[in-house]
């Protein structure tokens, strides 16, 4: 839980606002890319994912953007809400290789 | 209910003390895999199995043993657990190694002495 958060970049956000977390990855050969969230106490659940022939997908609420040029990822959340509040970490994979997942974001809702 | 359990959930032991961290999943997965969960780290991952009987060594295996028996459960075994391995450990299935979706258990937080 709450000691995962430690020493984690924290984005406060008003209730209703949109969200923008943001990741670098250093692996330009890698394909694959996914946003998790995890709240305190819980295991990190899946939210969405783009492979790197996309630049743009979305949900229902969320957005993943991708610039390769970069290596540059982000989760975008409309309309935050209280329930969003959470740890947010990216993961990367090259072809079959394991997931390597980033250090996270702390998104803290402000009612 | 699909999911992935994990036990014990909590568990305080002291060096030397051999331990078992079990995990099952219901989703009839092949792939298997356990982290540990670090502040400052993130996720690493310890070992992983892409199927019965098949194991195979992640980024941080020192220290730690698995078995896969049976498809369904995956334990994770400290055989002298060591303070540097007080840690926040997750469980994770999915169907194959490259398919997109990972469910996670829900952690199992342990302390060693």
């Known amino acids: 839980g709450e000691s995962v958060g430690l020493h984690l970049p924290t984005l406060s956000v008003q209730e209703g606002d949109n969200s923008i977390i943001n990741c670098a990855y250093s692996?330009?050969?890698?394909?694959?890319f996914i946003w998790y969230k995890q709240e305190s106490g819980k295991g990190p659940q899946f939210i969405i994912d783009i492979r790197s022939n996309m630049d743009k997908r979305q949900g229902q609420r969320v957005t993943v953007l991708l610039n390769k040029t970069v290596k540059h990822l982000s989760l975008q959340i409309a309309a935050t809400q209280p329930g969003d509040s959470a740890v947010y970490f990216c993961?990367?994979?090259?072809?079959?290789?394991?997931?390597?997942f980033g250090k996270g974001t702390r998104l803290s809702v402000i009612a | 209910e699909a999911q992935v359990t994990q036990n014990p959930r909590y568990l305080i032991t002291v060096t030397g003390k051999k331990l078992t961290v079990t995990c099952s999943q219901n989703m009839n997965h092949e792939y298997m895999s356990w982290y540990r969960q670090d502040p400052g780290l993130g996720l690493r991952q310890i070992y992983y199995?892409?199927?019965?009987?098949?194991?195979d060594k992640g980024d941080v295996p020192e220290g730690y043993k698995v078995s896969r028996k049976e498809k369904r459960n995956f334990p994770l075994i400290l055989e002298s657990p060591s303070p540097n391995q007080t840690s926040l450990y997750f469980c994770?299935?999915?169907?194959?190694?490259?398919?997109?979706?990972?469910?996670f258990g829900p952690g199992t937080r342990l302390t060693v002495l």
């Open positions: 994770a299935s999915s169907f194959s190694h490259n398919t997109d979706t990972q469910y």
């Open positions: 692996n330009s050969a890698s394909d694959y």
């Open positions: 993961a990367e994979r090259e072809g079959n290789t394991p997931l390597v």
């Open positions: 199995s892409m199927n019965v009987e098949v194991t």
